[in-house]
């Protein structure tokens, strides 16, 4: 059987820090000097004035017209070119919705996300990807029907409540990427935990 591999889109195999870092500098919600991560920038959006909604108007932009600001996770484009050659088909499944909450631009986020991909080179030879290989779930639950639909042998996921969920299927090996170096959950003991897509790779075996 073809192993298959899922692997989430937002933070793990795109990366915002720098995107929202900008973003929240033009805002006026953090100094220049502060560090280019993205958890930091949510919680000085939170602390403004208008709290969770000076949030969601960051993410509207990140995700939808300043997305190609946004770069690739440190190796990954070389982690799928070694799970093309070992035989791996590779399938990138996002709980993503159409629009943002809060976005005047009404940009398509899962256009932008196709586009996105396709600008960073992702769709090629090398990769052994093409555009039929992006699946979008508007909730969680549908993104997790995907994965099942799609008979991925692993997914890899930087939020753990992916791999929380009910339907989320047995047979599929969970592996959560966490470059920040969260812990591993104790509620899911099967769950591989990767700081790189160079250990991703060590965990599957293509190094």
Same mark, same amino acid.
């Given at each position: 059987?073809?192993?298959? $591999?899922?692997?989430?889109?937002? #933070?793990? %195999?795109?990366?915002?820090?720098? &995107?929202?870092?900008? $973003? ?6 953090? @100094? ?43 190796? =990954? ?11 791996? !088909?590779?399938?990138? =499944? @996002? ?5 943002? @909450? %809060? ?20 769709? @090629? +030879? !090398? ?10 779930? &508007? ?7 995907? %994965?099942? #639909? ?5 997914? &890899? ?7 929380? +969920? ?8 969970? =592996? $959560? ?8 959950? !104790? ?12 250990? &991703?790779?060590?965990? =599957?075996?293509?190094?």
């Amino acid at each position: 059987m073809t192993p298959r $591999l899922g692997i989430d889109f937002d #933070n793990t %195999i795109i990366c915002y820090d720098a &995107v929202f870092h900008r $973003l929240a500098v033009e805002a006026g919600l953090l @100094s220049p000097e502060a560090p280019p991560r993205q958890k930091a920038v949510r919680d000085a959006a939170r602390r403004s004035p208008e709290g969770d909604v000076a949030w969601q108007r960051l993410q509207g932009q990140a995700y939808g017209p300043r997305i190609q600001e946004a770069t690739p996770a440190p190796g =990954i484009l070389a982690f799928l070119s070694k799970a093309r050659r070992a035989g791996f !088909e590779v399938h990138i =499944i @996002s709980h993503k919705t159409r629009f943002a @909450s %809060i976005d005047p631009t009404g940009t398509d986020l899962q256009a932008a996300a196709a586009a996105w991909l396709a600008r960073h080179g992702f769709f @090629s +030879e !090398e990769t052994g990807l093409d555009p039929s290989h992006f699946h979008c779930g &508007v909730t969680r639950q549908e993104k997790v029907a995907l %994965i099942r #639909n799609l008979g991925c042998t692993h997914f &890899v996921d930087d939020l753990v409540e992916t791999f929380r +969920e009910a339907a989320f299927p047995s047979t599929v090996q969970p =592996i $959560l990427y966490a470059p920040g170096g969260e812990p591993a959950p !104790e509620d899911l003991p099967h769950l591989w935990v990767a700081r790189s897509w160079d250990e &991703v790779a060590r965990r =599957i075996h293509l190094v």
